[in-house]
């Protein structure tokens, strides 16, 4: 199968999430465009969405999963991100190198277990290691078991663990993948990739 990704600049990206994330029930809010420009603006960043054709439908397409990640760099001013860097130092090594944080993505339920999201990933490891990366980072709940398990099948090692007294669905996972020279050689989605605007 070949994953069809396009790669987007930031404001049509920002409004292709807005669009995508309507479709995502278990995301409790949903991240407005000007809430991902804002967060974006000034810093390497990566709006990735992979499309693909409604089963009942081929002649139509639609957005089925997607990924954000930018880069996070001490010392952070938004707050998030403060917070964020502050629970990985000692756990993530920031000083003279570059880090990538994969902040949203997820695919559509219909579409889930077909790869999608894999090619994403590997796209966006081609382009993190083109663009200087050393490392990227993710962070997810405990109860995302589908996520947590893609993320095992990608080679994410957990780097920290955070329990909710009282729910350990809820516990916070950290998860971090170096780019080591051989990753690329163990990608394998076949990808057309197309970056807008063109």
């Known amino acids: ?23 995502f029930g278990e995301f409790p809010r949903k991240k407005t465009a000007e809430e991902i420009v804002r967060r974006l603006t000034g810093r390497a960043h990566l709006i990735l969405l992979a499309n693909a054709p409604l ?15 930018h880069e996070i760099r001490p010392p952070e001013r938004e707050p998030k991100l403060v917070d964020l860097v502050d629970r ?18 997820g695919t559509r339920r219909d ?8 090619a994403l990933t590997e796209q966006q490891e081609l382009w993190a290691i083109g663009q200087g990366f050393d490392e990227i980072v993710v962070k997810t709940k405990n109860k995302f078991y589908e996520m947590r398990g893609t993320l095992d099948h990608l ?14 669905a809820e516990s916070k996972v950290y998860l971090s993948k170096k780019l080591l020279p051989d990753v690329v050689e163990k990608h394998r989605s076949a990808k057309t990739v197309v970056q807008i605007p063109v």
């Open 1 to 23: 199968m070949e994953y069809h990704i396009t790669q987007y600049d930031l404001e049509q990206g920002a409004l292709e999430i807005q669009y995508i994330e309507e479709f």
């Open 88 to 105: 990985l130092r000692g756990d993530v090594q920031f000083d003279g190198r570059k880090v990538l944080y994969t902040w949203i993505g």
């Open 111 to 118: 579409w889930r277990a077909q790869g999608h999201f894999r």
């Open 155 to 168: 080679r994410f090692e957990v780097v920290k663990y955070e329990r909710r007294a009282g729910d350990n």
């Open 55 to 69: 089963p009942d439908d081929p002649g139509t397409v639609v957005p089925v999963s997607f990924k954000v990640a």
